[in-house]
């Protein structure tokens, strides 16, 4: 199951060996050990790549890192680590994978020589002793990683967040080791679905109730913490949410909480860019039909069964989609600023938003966009591969392929 990435790379996070953006697909590359120690940089071929027999569940891309978790269970991080966001261990003699300076390694500042260039598999050390190597589920703030343990019933946090979206406590900002979010979620219930905003996290549980945690100021957590504070440090729930729900999606500064059974939704947060009022302008949707996802400052709402994509919010760089595309969305996924989809040909991807890093393909406009149109992305595939989805981050592109 070869994974191409294009986008911004400044860290390394598309794990394609370097540190330079691109702007054509690229294809990963993955370490066999933990962090490296004595590795073997591996190509992504369905020979030798990690679980290639499982689907990639999710992949999780913050500001300069990211997470592929496969259905399995087994997580692989590149990019920025120097405090410890990727879950692996540093330390080695790779020349993509040196060890973080001793001072940003305090700090969990973004010093240099953190870089990394390849994708490694992540195993967290947790202070009772235990190892943990698979999860059920993943999210990425700009700058932490937020796991959900199989089963659901442990959420283990690492990276920098000034605005609680570690979920640790009062004024914990840092976390350069993985750590256990205390007693949660609460006794009885699990973690099912789980989304990350720049610096908030929003989880649902099993019995429907809805929790979250870190910035709160523009109502992304409720209305109630935003006149109470604006960072919730520890996880509240959610009283805003009057239905059971069963699905979440973070922008920047607001949240969209559905139920899919019922197509019961409510956006909460910031009505910038008519987020949360827009709805209506974008065609009057009043129940959720197809699955949601989120911009920083978008909306989109994607039916796979007709091929269509509504959305609503931000689009002075192209970020909704074009009327080109109306009825041939076979998949979508929603980055920061930008969007990749697959048709419904099976074969064509395309991309449109802001792409000044490359994400959005070559063909931009002076301001680094691709608006009112989308560009169709080159594909170099071997005969017998074939794209299977498509997954989107901050300013970075990712197509996954299966070969036979």
Not at 225 to 231: G, L, P, R
Request: glycine share 14%; aromatic share 8%.
């Amino acid at each position: 199951m070869p994974i191409y990435a294009f986008g911004s790379n400044g860290s390394g996070q598309l794990g394609i060996g370097h540190t330079d953006d691109v702007c054509t697909p690229t294809r990963c590359f993955f370490s066999t050990a933990a962090g490296g120690g004595n590795s073997t940089t591996i190509d992504n071929d369905t020979d030798n790549e990690p679980d290639t027999d499982t689907e990639i569940r999710r992949i999780a891309a913050g500001g300069n890192h990211t997470v592929i978790l496969y259905a399995s269970g087994a997580a692989y991080a590149a990019g920025m680590n120097g405090d410890g966001r990727c879950g692996v261990d540093d330390h080695c003699s790779d020349p993509y994978l040196p060890p973080p300076s001793p001072d940003a390694a305090k700090s969990g500042l973004e010093g240099e020589g953190e870089e990394r260039g390849r994708f490694a598999r992540v195993r967290l050390g947790l202070a009772d002793g235990r190892i943990v190597d698979r999860f059920a589920d993943v999210s990425a703030s700009w700058a932490a990683t937020v796991f959900v343990a199989l089963g659901g019933r442990e959420v283990y946090v690492m990276g920098s967040g000034e605005k609680g979206e570690l979920g640790m406590g009062e004024q914990v900002h840092y976390q350069t080791e993985p750590r256990v979010i205390p007693d949660f979620p609460p006794a009885g219930l699990t973690i099912t679905a789980i989304a990350s905003g720049m610096s908030h996290v929003v989880c649902v549980l099993s019995n429907g109730h809805v929790y979250g945690w870190g910035a709160a100021r523009k109502g992304q957590l409720g209305h109630a913490e935003a006149t109470v504070s604006k960072i919730v440090w520890t996880p509240v729930r959610i009283e805003d949410v009057l239905f059971r729900a069963d699905g979440v999606a973070c922008g920047r500064e607001f949240t969209v909480v559905v139920n899919y059974d019922s197509g019961e939704y409510v956006v909460l947060g910031s009505d910038k860019w008519g987020i949360v009022s827009g709805a209506a302008a974008a065609g009057g949707a009043t129940a959720i039909k197809g699955r949601v996802s989120a911009s920083w400052h978008g909306v989109y709402i994607h039916n796979a069964a007709e091929n269509s994509l509504l959305a609503w919010g931000r689009n002075d760089r192209g970020q909704l989609p074009p009327p080109s595309l109306t009825g041939q969305v076979a998949q979508f996924a929603a980055g920061s600023e930008h969007a990749v989809a697959l048709l419904s040909d099976q074969t064509t991807v395309v991309s449109f938003g802001w792409g000044e890093h490359g994400n959005c393909g070559a063909a931009v406009d002076s301001q680094g966009n691709v608006k009112d149109r989308f560009n169709e992305i080159p594909l170099l595939l071997a005969d017998n591969e074939r794209v299977t989805a498509v997954a989107a981050g901050c300013a970075t592109s990712w197509i996954v392929t299966r070969r036979g």
